[in-house]
């Protein structure tokens, strides 16, 4: 028996800017956060950068043919904010210039462009006047974002502030994991309060200068269950997982609030931070940042298992093995320990948890999207595998394969009990630069020889074709 996708169902993959272009300094792009923090010893597994990556830069129009090969329907991709206003100055047209070669080639290949705006690599002149921390950046970006629609607002219709303000925030500014590389409680909140506003501040500008555009964020979700669900101890864990990780976006976004039961778990660690964070949301801001969407990315990698106490087994880290030292992205980290349950994992030791995907899909449709209006896409989904090349110059990714068919299986599910997705990005078209993994951790459908360039659809990639063309599991 095949399972038929809905009609108008689009498929389609991400990428983003610094993982694929290159040309880091082409063309008068200046330095962006992950520039920088990539040469800080330590900071990515083999002191890997983005200064070549995929070389998507000059290879751009073989890329889209790739993609139309493929079948493709839609492709998700990136704009630099310092290719296109570097140092957050100026515009510079030959950034502008690139998005608008890319943009024309998807478009003659018949695949529709989903620009997303901001997928973490800020200029670094900005951060050094505060990043994300700085109230002014919002104004700096909501200008870039103008920038992008005079290029390319005839020709571009969907429009994706933010890929994942959870780890351009709290992973980067908390964490210590993302550039640019921060620990403090204080600059996470502040971050996460300044991305949301220029979300917001964004979708209203870009919806004021034309009414017809679709507009949307993306947001990444965790499903957090309890190891025991008669334990408060691990049912509070849970709570905190989701509050920090979910519904910390989701609520000033849909319902125009901070979750209460999160600031008084973030104050109880450290007021300081608090009294800062709710000094910088002014009269005003949460409305801003509940301006109406079309459109919610969902981004869904795996679920987490978590008990109040530290179990006896302990799950593998699945996070880099960086030498630089960090700290939990979660401000109030306190009795949240991951839980092993012997489910398989991908070569991040990331758990491989489908059914969590349906059931996160119920619960942003449910509690939040259907309620407002909003359309829900999967933005980003996949995995990282030790492939190797055959003898064959192939790569037989059986296990990857399996991941896609189980996932869009999960999304099948979802849609066919009502939830409104209406589409799919496997993350990601290519092999990329994997943050602070590097070149070490491989997600693509198509494989990319680092040294020649070379580009090879992973079997993987022809079972995504084939789902494609049938457009049924
Ligand atoms: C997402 N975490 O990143 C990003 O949108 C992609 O750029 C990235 O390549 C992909 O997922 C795979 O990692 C994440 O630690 C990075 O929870 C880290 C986390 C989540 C998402």
């Given amino acids: 028996m095949t399972r038929p996708f809905p009609k108008d169902f689009l498929f389609g993959a991400a990428t983003a800017a610094y993982q694929i272009e290159g040309a880091a300094f082409e063309d008068g792009r200046t330095a962006s956060i992950w520039d920088e923090f990539s040469r800080v010893p330590g900071a990515v597994i083999g002191g890997d950068n983005g200064d070549v990556a995929c070389d998507h830069y000059h290879r751009y ?23 296109v206003r570097p140092d957050g100055g100026a515009v510079n047209e030959k950034g502008v210039d690139f998005y608008k070669r890319l943009v024309d080639e998807l478009l003659g ?46 020709r571009v219709n969907v429009w994706t502030t933010l890929n994942e303000p959870w780890c351009a925030s709290f992973l980067s500014y908390t964490g210590g994991e993302h550039a640019p590389g921060h620990t ?16 917001g501040a964004t979708v209203r500008e870009l919806r004021s200068r034309d009414a017809s555009l679709n507009l949307g964020i993306t947001l990444n979700h965790t499903v957090a269950d309890p190891a025991d669900p008669r334990n408060p101890a691990d049912v509070d864990a849970a709570r905190r997982v989701d509050g920090q990780f979910n519904r910390w976006f989701l609520d000033p976004i849909y319902r125009a609030e901070y979750p209460a039961d999160i ?28 301006q109406p969407i079309d459109t919610q990315g969902v981004n869904y990698y795996h ?19 960086t030498t630089r030292p960090g700290r939990s ?12 349950r012997g489910l398989p994992r991908t070569a991040q030791n ?23 209006g909003t359309v829900l896409y999967m933005t980003e989904n996949g995995a990282a595998y030790d492939d190797v090349v055959a003898s064959d110059g192939q790569v037989h990714d059986a296990d990857r394969a399996e991941f896609l068919r189980l996932h869009l299986g999960a999304v099948l599910d979802a849609a066919e009990a009502g939830v409104d997705v209406r589409g799919y990005f496997y993350w990601s078209l290519f092999d990329n630069y994997e943050w602070a993994w590097g070149y070490d951790k491989r997600f693509g459908i198509v494989r990319v020889d680092y040294d ?9 990639g022809r079972e995504y074709a084939r789902i494609i063309a049938a457009r049924a599991l």
């Fill in 350 to 372: 990331w758990e491989v948890q489908p059914e969590g995907l349906t059931r996160l899909l119920h619960r942003v449709w449910d509690e939040y999207a259907q309620p407002a």
């Fill in 109 to 154: 290949a018949g695949i529709l462009p989903w620009l997303t705006l901001y997928h973490w690599d800020m200029p670094q002149a900005l951060q050094e006047v505060g990043g994300w921390t700085s109230r002014d950046t919002v104004d700096r970006f909501v200008e870039y974002a103008g920038t992008m629609h005079d290029a390319l607002g005839d």
């Fill in 329 to 340: 992205p979660y401000p109030s980290d306190a009795g949240i320990h991951s839980v092993e």
């Fill in 184 to 199: 403090s409680i204080a600059e996470g909140l502040l971050a996460s309060h300044h991305l949301l506003l220029a979300h």
């Fill in 452 to 460: 020649t360039q070379q580009r090879t659809v992973k079997d993987s």
């Fill in 61 to 83: 129009p073989q890329d889209v043919a790739l993609m139309k090969e493929l079948g493709l329907q839609t492709y998700r991709f990136s704009t630099s904010w310092s290719r």
């Fill in 303 to 321: 679920g987490d298992l978590v008990a109040g106490q530290v179990p006896e087994t302990a799950p593998p880290s699945g996070g880099p093995a």
């Fill in 263 to 290: 600031v008084e778990d973030v104050r109880a660690v450290d007021a300081e931070a608090v009294r800062r964070f709710e000094e910088a949301v002014h009269d005003g801001d949460l409305a801003t940042i509940a």
